[in-house]
């Protein structure tokens, strides 16, 4: 007879919370990250994202709930003992060592045989791209470079699982763009989970395999960012990700798949198999850049007239807000400038395959 082996997770979250007083900054989070996994979690500010994260660094305790890290409880083990490592903005590097000793820090705290240690610096030093400034000091290097020393120092002793709280916020956007890059390749090379915080979208969208959006110290949705882009599940994350224009209604018709909404600029048609019942309060979910603009006197499904209150030049396109009769405000996002001035009538229209529904307010 035999057992089958099954691998646990890298992580699982069961129903953690943290109170600080009366006050839930973290509310039943359940999360389960798998194997080397890339999980960026997003939210706005004072959503939860910091403590949720300094609890998984043993920086913090939860209030309840279990903390399992590759099958292991690890909700009494301290922060010193665990297999987690935290990098964060603020480089927190020692000015007084230079980068090979900032990056061996780490292993000091135990005993290591000193040959271990210089080759563990040395191979940390290359993955990230630091073996041509081993002996300068913290204060000559740049920012991107410090944010190299502070991977590796984290790196270094081995971590099953690295926490990284908004790691590249202070350097500059081309930098940026760059560490993104490299930061996502030295997570493959090494298959370890990484856990992401942080506020650019762009960053998360791009670099992880699954994207968290937190709220009030819930998670309201957690998917593959092309998923998440595509299908927001609640009216937060429609609002949160991406441009995405909501337009409040209600089920009007459903017949196989295709949906009349009844919406307060009129009707719109919605394609999907996946539809509430007849007379359910829903937003129709619409992306910017789904509208076009549609000719004038020409009668066609999913029109929205509507008057025009301004465009923003974004470089690569234009964002035209416009204004429904019943008042929503609609952006759409187009690359050519249109032939249209502010406040007088504009018309947009979207393809019924490109809108989809979440259930709306009772
Ligand atoms: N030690 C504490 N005592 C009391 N309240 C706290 C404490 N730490 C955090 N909070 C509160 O918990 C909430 C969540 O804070 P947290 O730092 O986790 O948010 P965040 O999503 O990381 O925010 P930001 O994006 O601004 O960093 C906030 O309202 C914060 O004021």
Redesign the pocket.
């Known amino acids: 007879m035999t057992i089958a082996s099954t691998t646990p997770p890298d992580l699982e979250l069961v129903a953690i919370t943290r109170s600080?007083?009366d006050?839930v900054?973290?509310d039943g989070i359940n999360l389960t990250v798998g194997r080397g996994e890339f999980v960026a979690i997003m939210?706005?500010?004072?959503?939860?994202?910091?403590?949720?994260?300094?609890i998984l660094a043993g920086l913090?305790t939860a209030s309840s709930g279990q903390l399992h890290i590759r099958g292991k409880d690890v909700s009494d083990v301290p922060v010193n003992l665990r297999s987690t490592r935290l990098v964060w903005q603020n480089y927190a590097l020692f000015p007084h060592l230079d980068v090979a000793g900032n990056i061996a820090f780490g292993l000091t705290l135990k005993p290591h045989d000193k040959a271990v240690v210089a080759g563990r610096v040395r191979a940390m030093a290359e993955l990230v791209g630091l073996t041509d400034l081993m002996g300068r000091k913290i204060s000559q290097l740049s920012g991107g470079q410090k944010q190299r020393v502070a991977l590796a120092r984290a790196l270094v002793t081995e971590p099953e699982i690295l926490l990284l709280?908004?790691p590249l916020s202070a350097l500059d956007a081309h930098l940026r763009i760059r560490m993104q890059g490299e930061l996502r390749r030295i997570q493959q090379q090494l298959g370890m989970a990484f856990i992401y915080?942080t506020?650019n979208q762009v960053e998360a969208f791009s670099m992880a395999d699954r994207v968290v959006v937190?709220n009030k110290?819930k998670i309201e949705q957690i998917d593959a960012p092309e998923e998440m882009y595509a299908r927001p599940k609640t009216e937060f994350v429609a609002r949160f990700v991406g441009t995405n224009n909501l337009f409040a209604g209600r089920i009007q018709e459903v017949a196989h798949d295709r949906v009349i909404v009844h919406c307060g600029h009129g009707q719109v048609e919605v394609r999907t198999h996946d539809s509430p019942p007849v007379g359910t309060p829903v937003f129709v979910v619409v992306q910017a850049d789904k509208l076009s603009p549609a000719p004038t006197g020409v009668a066609g499904e999913n029109r929205l007239d509507a008057t025009l209150r301004g465009r923003e030049y974004a470089g690569s396109h234009n964002v035209y807000l416009l204004d429904l009769v019943d008042g929503t405000e609609v952006k759409m996002t187009v690359p050519q400038v249109l032939a249209v001035e502010i406040n007088r009538p504009a018309s947009a229209w979207f393809s019924p395959e490109n809108a989809s529904l979440i259930r709306g307010a009772a």
Not at 48 to 54: A, D, E, S
């Open positions: 600080f007083n006050f900054a973290v939210g706005p500010s004072g959503c939860g994202k910091t403590t949720l994260l300094r913090e709280d908004e915080v506020h937190m110290g």
